[in-house]
């Protein structure tokens, strides 16, 4: 079974340009994460769906970042304006329901913000 | 406010050397999960622990969990340097909802021959 597939794998772009992430979760999983990691925060939680609806979105930085999940396999990232302290490696993740169900990771998006 | 704090954050051992990562946590919580990852890679599940006493061994990797002292071990015995990676652990709250996980500052391992 494929795993959770991000992209872009890696993103550059200028201050003030729109970034969109994209992730496609393991099929059959409900439950999608966006984390953030630097060597600073380490791993942050973003925002987290269940069945397509955002259930806590109360690590999302600012009003620039915005998260979406239309359907059951697909969910998108934006930042609108990005500013290079948004730089950072991107994790999408997703599991079953249940305790005993891990979040499987995606390979992540590492976003440089010039 | 729950609180993670692994420690060390950072270990070097030798080859053939045993060692134990800690992690430390500040409120009550029913479950705990470790995870693996290697420079520049995705996060891999290694154990999930969901009870008090709970032990999972994997290879060269035991992990235990002890809810009344709010710690989880990961035993390391006899390493080898396939397991040089940053080792996460991630707690979340008793009856809190399944996607609130909050993760350590993680333990680099260097394993060197």
């Known amino acids: 079974d494929a795993g959770v597939i991000q992209s872009p794998r890696h993103e550059v772009t200028e201050m003030g340009q729109e970034v969109t992430l994209r992730c496609k979760p393991i099929s059959g999983h409900d439950y999608l994460f966006w984390y953030r990691q630097t060597m600073m925060r380490g791993l942050e939680l973003l925002i987290y769906?269940?069945?397509?609806?955002?259930?806590?979105d109360s690590g999302m930085p600012e009003d620039r970042f915005s998260a979406k999940m239309p359907n059951a396999s697909f969910s998108t990232l934006k930042i609108q304006p990005s500013e290079p302290r948004d730089s950072a490696v991107y994790f999408c993740a997703s599991s079953g329901t249940g305790y005993n169900q891990p979040q499987h990771f995606g390979d992540g998006t590492r976003l440089s913000i010039l | 406010e729950l609180k993670v704090e692994q420690n060390p954050l950072f270990l070097s051992m030798q080859e053939g050397k045993n060692y134990t990562i800690y992690c430390n946590y500040s409120t009550t919580s029913d479950r705990l999960y470790w995870y693996r990852q290697d420079p520049g890679k995705s996060l891999e599940s290694l154990f999930v622990?969901?009870?008090?006493?709970a032990v999972k061994q994997e290879g060269r990797l035991m992990a235990s969990l002890d809810t009344k002292a709010r710690l989880s071990t990961l035993h390391i015995t006899a390493a080898v340097h396939d397991l040089s990676a940053t080792y996460f652990c991630?707690?979340?709250?008793?009856?809190?909802?399944?996607?609130?996980?909050?993760f350590g500052k993680g333990t680099k391992l260097s394993v060197k021959p």
């Open positions: 769906f269940n069945n397509n609806v955002p259930i806590d």
């Open positions: 622990l969901l009870s008090n006493g």
């Open positions: 991630a707690v979340g709250l008793v009856g809190g909802s399944q996607g609130n996980l909050i």
